[in-house]
């Protein structure tokens, strides 16, 4: 007589089949206001807060005044042939970034975790595979830098609080008359450094405070503003020397 084994099958103890669970956005997408692809709105959602451009100004307290009275009134600053020719060369610029270091371009206003006044939008955001975020501010320039002027360290240092950043390459271009003196920009790495930072959140409030007390309205209130927006963004560039700081960004 032959006798027969019958083997059951060894039941799964989970289901391979169930769809895994979706991973969570990277935080800085979750706190997005604006695109500049939309100026109107851009425009309006930046007018409602303290911008990476406004920081860039806040050499000491004594500059706090100065930006409190443009965040009011406004300066009249409509653009120039320095803004044009940014405004033509950093989508070029932005293709070379994102060959050499892989980082994508962004037009998107971002506001701090926990804050919703405090607004930036940098030029370029990327996050690893370890999960650790990066950012691309692009500028041109007709002056040779020895190292990057401290208004767009300011500047970088705040946009790096504003999204959780680690550190930033910043990418320059000279050029002579409008013509690119390299074949290349240039760049360098900053990291993030959290003493700026936290000195650059406190002027930041106290220019947040000092318009509160002087507008006639509070400009940040929704639906209300002190003064209209400037007539244009002129992106990431050279804007007039000088001083030498980037509006609207």
Request: proline share 8%; aromatic share 8%; hydrophobic share 40%.
């Amino acid at each position: 007589m032959v006798t027969m084994t019958v083997v059951q099958p060894m039941l799964a103890l989970w289901d391979d089949d169930e769809p895994a669970t979706p991973a969570a956005p990277p935080a800085h997408l979750t706190r997005v206001l604006a695109d500049s692809s939309d100026r109107i709105a851009w425009l309006r959602a930046r007018s409602q807060g303290i911008t990476a451009t406004d920081v860039a100004r806040l050499s000491s307290p004594r500059a706090v005044q100065a930006v409190v009275l443009d965040k009011l009134y406004g300066n009249g600053f409509g653009g120039n042939a320095y803004t044009d020719h940014g405004r033509a060369r950093e989508p070029e610029i932005a293709r070379w970034v994102l060959q050499r270091h892989g980082i994508e371009s962004s037009q998107k206003l971002f506001h701090a975790a926990g804050q919703r006044r405090h607004l930036a939008t940098p030029d370029g955001v990327t996050v690893r595979t370890d999960g650790t975020v990066e950012l691309c501010e692009i500028k041109t320039t007709k002056k040779a830098w020895s190292s990057i002027p401290r208004s767009y360290l300011r500047q970088v240092a705040w946009q790096q609080y504003v999204l959780g950043a680690e550190r930033t390459l910043v990418v320059w271009e000279q050029h002579t008359d409008f013509v690119p003196v390299h074949g290349d920009p240039q760049c360098r790495w900053v990291e993030r450094d959290e003493d700026e930072i936290h000195r650059l959140v406190a002027l930041a409030d106290q220019v947040l405070d000092t318009l509160a007390r002087q507008a006639p309205v509070d400009p940040f209130a929704p639906g209300g503003r002190a003064s209209a927006p400037p007539p244009d963004a002129y992106g990431a560039y050279e804007a007039y020397e000088p001083p030498p700081y980037d509006p609207l960004r």
